[in-house]
């Protein structure tokens, strides 16, 4: 699975593009930000992606910096081994995604057994939606499926933790939920991905379903037909 320069990866992958499991909650229409007719039209190079102010890529930037931070305060925190990864991986029966994981957790159970999980880390801000959510105890389904697409492609992850943090008081500002492989949701969002992926090798443009968020529509809609009524 580990392949850090992509070397072996055929010629054949990743055509037109490839996708990361990150992108999936847009595949299957329940990202709350972007529609999936925005995401293959950029894919696709139709339209170059708009200006991003420097106030919001400084908190795209900072997101980043600090999610080694909060890594760090959740291994103290659980007292579980954070190993970072920093290579891509490549399965084979997906050859059109690659997965770029934020790193591995080590659990070791009564009988002193290892087991592999998966950490992912997020950083948002205060009052957002995905802060309550993850105040709440509940993962947001935009990350479930970004979740389930990496259970997929490596399937030697038993488990996984996701880490969100909003402020500089971990005690207070971070919160993890274990996540447990559910092979059925994996199975529903991987059959959705992969009739993307084989409409976008047809040059299919994706429709929007009766899950897209009414959001995504409104904010694709102005950086797709810029301000007019979407």
Not at 30 to 37: E, G, M, V
Request: net charge negative.
């Amino acid at each position: 699975f580990l392949l850090p320069d992509l070397a072996s990866v055929p010629q054949s992958a990743g055509w037109p593009f490839f996708i990361s499991p990150s992108a999936f909650s847009t595949i299957t229409q329940r990202n709350p930000w972007q529609a999936a007719t925005e995401y293959y039209d950029t894919k696709m190079g139709f339209y170059a992606p708009g200006y991003v102010r420097e106030a919001q890529q400084q908190l795209f930037d900072d997101g980043h910096d600090f999610e080694s931070a909060f890594a760090a305060a959740f291994a103290r925190k659980t007292k579980l081994l954070w190993i970072p990864s920093p290579f891509t991986y490549w399965n084979e029966d997906y050859p059109d995604i690659l997965y770029n994981t934020d790193g591995w957790l080590i659990e070791i159970d009564q009988n002193g057994k290892p087991h592999l999980g998966l950490y992912e880390g997020k950083r948002t801000s205060l009052f957002s939606e995905t802060q309550k959510a993850f105040a709440r105890g509940e993962v947001p389904p935009y990350y479930l499926d970004q979740l389930a697409g990496y259970f997929a492609g490596l399937p030697f992850v038993e488990f996984a933790y996701i880490n969100c943090g909003w402020g500089v008081n971990t005690a207070k500002d971070m919160r993890y939920i274990r996540v447990e492989r559910d092979e059925l949701y994996i199975s529903e969002v991987m059959g959705i991905v992969e009739d993307f992926l084989t409409d976008c090798k047809n040059g299919v443009r994706p429709t929007l379903g009766n899950v897209t968020h009414p959001s995504a529509i409104q904010m694709s809609a102005q950086k797709i037909y810029g301000n007019g009524d979407p």
